[in-house]
């Protein structure tokens, strides 16, 4: 866990009365989930997020320099506190150092958005051992361990915590993405109940595709002639139903996976 940067006391100088989301996985100002970090802080969150410099790097899109420091100053500009984090989620020990963190730093997490994920293409016949553990260790065990850390370390009041996961549907040449998501799904699920002593509600959403810069220009106009809406999903999409499911209203939905996608078949 590197490259940690912080933004202090809120620019008025009052004392920090609200309440803290901890976001993973925004990396590019395009993501979703750099979207839900400014959709919380507009809604009243002080945000901690993390990001990671090497998956973006090797993928298509590459690293987007000075992203993470963009973001900071734009939530700050919200009034919000934030701290942004470089984790390797892929390192069992990273989950409990990130909570160390955000805790010395922000405080006590009330709730938990994990958008972060590790997505390589391939499928049942190329799919590398190493690549199906990467997956596996980012997206199924660091959310375990992300969530345990949570549960563990709560403090807010019963019925304030929030966890929301974002998952995917995709199967077929896209295996361990998928089967990892799958694994996310559960985990999530079960964290529903085992932590219902806490008043914690917890949830996974499908975007569907969402136009972060991913997509070429085929794909694109699959999506839209698929999509009843007749359009490509975009972050804040997602964005609004996480803050959604963060606010009090959103309270009384619970162990739920919910498809956000436009209604996509």
């Not at 405080?107 to 499928?123: F, I, K, M, Y």
Request: charged share 20%.
């Amino acid at each position: 866990m590197t490259g940690e940067t912080r933004v202090g006391n809120r620019p008025d100088g009052e004392a920090a009365e609200r309440p803290l989301a901890l976001v993973t996985g925004a990396g590019r100002s395009a993501g979703i989930a750099s979207s839900v970090v400014r959709d919380l802080a507009r809604a009243g969150w002080d945000v901690a997020f993390t990001y990671w410099t090497p998956y973006d790097a090797r993928m298509q899109w590459g690293v987007e320099p000075g992203a993470s420091d963009e973001l900071r100053k734009q939530v700050a500009s919200l009034g919000a506190r934030t701290l942004a984090v470089e984790a390797d989620l892929s390192d069992p020990a990273v989950p409990a150092q990130l909570f160390d963190s955000v805790e010395r730093e922000l405080g006590n997490v009330t709730a938990l958005v994990l958008c972060h994920c590790e997505s390589v293409d391939s499928g049942l016949l190329d799919t590398t051992v190493e690549s199906f553990d990467l997956h596996y260790a980012v997206n199924a065990r660091a959310t375990w361990l992300l969530i345990r850390e949570y549960g563990l370390r709560f403090r807010g009041q019963h019925g304030s915590g929030r966890i929301v996961s974002l998952t995917s549907d995709h199967t077929a040449g896209n295996l361990p993405y998928g089967a990892s998501k799958g694994a996310m799904d559960r985990i999530t699920l079960a964290a529903a109940r085992e932590l219902s002593h806490l008043g914690v509600t917890c949830n996974a959403i499908n975007p569907g595709p969402t136009d972060t810069g991913w997509m070429t220009e085929e794909q694109k106009a699959d999506m839209i002639r698929y999509t009843p809406l007749g359009r490509l999903g975009v972050p804040q999409d997602c964005a609004n139903l996480v803050s959604f499911l963060c606010s009090a209203e959103g309270g009384w939905v619970n162990g739920q996976l919910l498809q956000s996608n436009g209604g996509i078949g």
